[in-house]
C-alpha cells in the first residue's frame, strides 16, 4: 500500500483514567508508530498511559492516526499538548461508571481548543448488566450540557473482547466525511515536535505532525527555539521512506546536524523563523468555560498548554477605561475577560495561529480545572502600565455647616486635602468642593436632597493609581 495515496485523518482519545481508551486504540490499529501505544518505559512498570502515543489505520481513502493522551488527573496536560494537532476526538467512558471528572476535563478541553466534532465511546459492555440503550439515552442527556448537544453518536463496545469496532468504524468514516477539514500545503513548515531520539549511525531523529507547509529532502529546517538547523536526510510516514510529506502527514525526519540531546517538547521545526516569537509576556483574550466556577483573580497562577508544551504563569484580568487597563478580578459567573499573562519561562509562540488552554492544575483533581482557551492579541517585550483603584474612607463630620457638608479622613493634612480638591466621590456624594480648616477635612457635594446626610455616614473617595506587574 503506498500511504502518500490516502488522506491523513488525526483522532485524539480522551477519557477518564481505567476507562480503556489504550486498548480501543490497541484494536483500531494496524500500524504502530516508535511513540505508539504505552511505548514509554513507566508505562509498562505502573500500569497507565503516561504519554501521548501514536498509532495508525486505514479506514476507506483515509490514513487515521489515533493520537492517546493519559486520562490520569496528574498528567492531563500531556493530554492537552495533543489537541492542537488532531482534527477530532474520540470521548472514553467506562459505561458502568458513566461520566467521571477527568471525562468533563477532557470534554472542556476539547471544546475549549475548538474542536467541532466527537464520538462518544461507551467502553467495557462485556461487564455492564444493564440497558445499554437506556444508558446511551442517559449519555446523550448528559452531553447536551455541552457545545455538542444530545445528537451527539454514541457506540457501545467492548475493547477486551473486540466487538462493537465494525460499528464504530462505520461511525468514525461517517464524521470523517461531514467535516471540511483544510489543510495549508503552501505556507511555511511548522512541525510541533513530540518526540525526538538518536539512531546509531543516523544521528537525530524528529516525529510530529506537519501543520502546514510541504517538506522535502534536502530541506533545511530551523529547530526553534534552540536555535539549531539541519539538513532533512530521509522521511518516514509511520515506517515508509518518502520523498516528501505534506501538511496533514504525521512524520519521522532524519535531519543531519543536530544535537539531539538539545531538543525538548515544546520546540518547532520550521521553514520560516519569522513565524514564531519567544516571549514570556502575552495580552489574552480569554474565552472561560461556563463549567469552571473559581474565581479568576488578579494574579492567579495558572497553566498554560501553548502547543505540546505547558508551562505556569500568572493571569492578570482587566477592564478598560479611557484606553486604561483597570486592574479587575472574574467571577465565575461572569464569561469572557481581558489579561494580561506572564509566564514564568520564555516560550515559543507561533503568531497569529495560536490558542492557548489555561489551566488550574493546583485545584483538587475532584474539581474541573480548565479553566478555558485563551486567544493571543498582543505579545509584550515590557509589563504595559497598568491602574488600580485605591479607596479611601472618611466620615461626615458636620452635615449641617454654613459652608457646606464636612468630611474627614479623607486627608490628613490641609496640603492633602488641597490635593483632593475636584476628586468625584461615590454616590450619593458628588465631589470635593474645597478644603476646611487646617487639620485635612474638606467639603463635599451631595447629589440627593432628598435623604438627610447624618453625622457618621460614610464617604468613598476612589483614587486610581497607575503601576507595573513586574513591581507589584
Known sequence: MDITTKVPIHIGIFGHIDSG???????????????????????????????IGFTSFVLDNYLITLVDGPGHADLIKISASSVEIID????????????QVQTGEHIIMVESLGIKKIIVILNKIDLFSGDIEEETEKTKKFFNTTSYGSNVPVYAVSAKLESGFKELKRGILKVINSIDIKRDSEDEIVIPIDHHFPIKGMGAVLTGTLLSGTLKLNQNLDILPINASGRVKSIQIFHQNVDSAKAGDRIGINLKGIDVNKIYRGCYATSDRDAFDFCDTIEVDVNNHKLFKSKTNFGTQVHVTIGMLTTVGNLYPYYEEDQKKIQSSVS??????????????????????????????DLPPSTLRILGSAKILKIHRDSPLFYKYKVKKGVIKNPEHSQGIICTGLAQSSIGAKKIVGRKLEVPFTKVLNTFGTKGAVIIGYENNEKEVKKGDPVYLKELRSFHLKNI
Open 21 to 51: 481508551k489504550t486498548k480501543i486504540a490497541e484494536v483500531l490499529s494496524e500500524i504502530i508508530s516508535t511513540a505508539g501505544i504505552d511505548a514509554h518505559p513507566q508505562s509498562k512498570e505502573r500500569g497507565i498511559t503516561i504519554d
Open 88 to 99: 477530532y476526538a474520540l470521548i472514553v467512558i467506562d459505561i458502568n461508571k458513566g461520566p
Open 332 to 361: 465565575g459567573k461572569e464569561k469572557g475577560f481581558k489579561a494580561l499573562l506572564i509566564l514564568k519561562e520564555k516560550v515559543l509562540i507561533r503568531k497569529n495561529k495560536m490558542v492557548l488552554l489555561i489551566s488550574r492544575l
